[in-house]
């Protein structure tokens, strides 16, 4: 089955500090991207940061890193000196295959976390 | 930067009624999609969509929905006859060959 687990219902990190979302995934394929979502209450849904699975290094972005364990199939996202603008609901999603021209492969989310920063 | 659009930004209608949810996917883009997050719960996916004819579709997606690209620019959900539980929020999103899903700010539908 494929599915995506994202253990952590809720989060809370004081503002500065470094704070730690869990995600877990099922795939019996071995080519596939990962993906951190962030959804503010605006409801918008904006990309944090995408993972290619035949990487090995992890991904970062400014503040936002992964660690990515694909034996495990875990996929963690780390952010860094956090912000109050980093509270949001945050996904993790993952899509089969390559990404490029041809496939058409849909996004397999968790139930997301939600994440609280206070000052 | 380019952006999706969705209109409205909130729909309420009646149960049994026919309500259409407007998408301007990004201009050069190939593949369109709809999803829906009911609220509290997970993202789940209804349609994509490629070469002017849906290319996956989820059991969501039953004879209910149906899917347009009427004029080269807009990308509609039709829902045909709502019911109290498609209530939530839809989202469009669109990708070129080998970009992330981009997507639009969601439609908020109540079915009351």
């Known amino acids: 089955a494929q599915t995506v687990t994202q253990s952590q219902p809720e989060m809370s990190v004081q503002e500065a500090e470094t704070v730690t979302l869990s995600c877990t995934y099922d795939?019996?394929?071995?080519?596939?991207?990962l993906f951190w979502y962030k959804q503010p209450p605006s409801r918008q849904m904006i990309l944090v940061i995408r993972?290619?699975?035949?990487k090995q290094q992890n991904a970062t972005e400014n503040r936002f890193s992964v660690n990515f364990q694909k034996a495990a199939k875990s996929f963690s996202l780390k952010i860094s000196d956090s912000q109050l603008g980093d509270a949001a609901m945050y996904f993790c999603?993952?899509?089969?295959?390559?990404?490029?021209?041809?496939?058409?492969?849909?996004?397999?989310w968790g139930l997301g976390t939600s994440l609280a920063v206070n000052p | 930067e380019p952006e999706v659009t969705q209109t409205p930004s909130h729909q309420v209608t009646q149960m049994g009624q026919e309500v259409i949810l407007r998408c301007v996917p990004i201009?050069?883009?190939?593949?369109f999609y709809w999803y829906r997050q009911i609220l509290g719960q997970k993202v789940e996916f209804l349609v994509s969509?490629?070469?002017?004819?849906?290319?996956?579709k989820s059991e969501i997606f039953d004879d209910q929905f149906s899917v347009e690209r009427p004029d080269g620019s807009n990308f509609t959900l039709k829902i045909r006859s709502t019911k109290l539980e498609d209530s939530a929020m839809y989202f469009c999103?669109?990708?070129?060959?080998?970009?992330?899903?981009?997507f639009g700010n969601g439609t908020r539908l109540t079915v009351t």
């Open positions: 201009s050069n883009h190939l593949y």
């Open positions: 993972q290619e699975a035949y």
């Open positions: 969509f490629y070469n002017n004819e849906i290319s996956e």
């Open positions: 999103a669109s990708r070129g060959g080998n970009s992330p899903l981009h």
């Open positions: 999603a993952y899509t089969l295959g390559s990404f490029n021209a041809g496939n058409n492969r849909k996004l397999i």
């Open positions: 795939t019996s394929e071995s080519d596939y991207y």
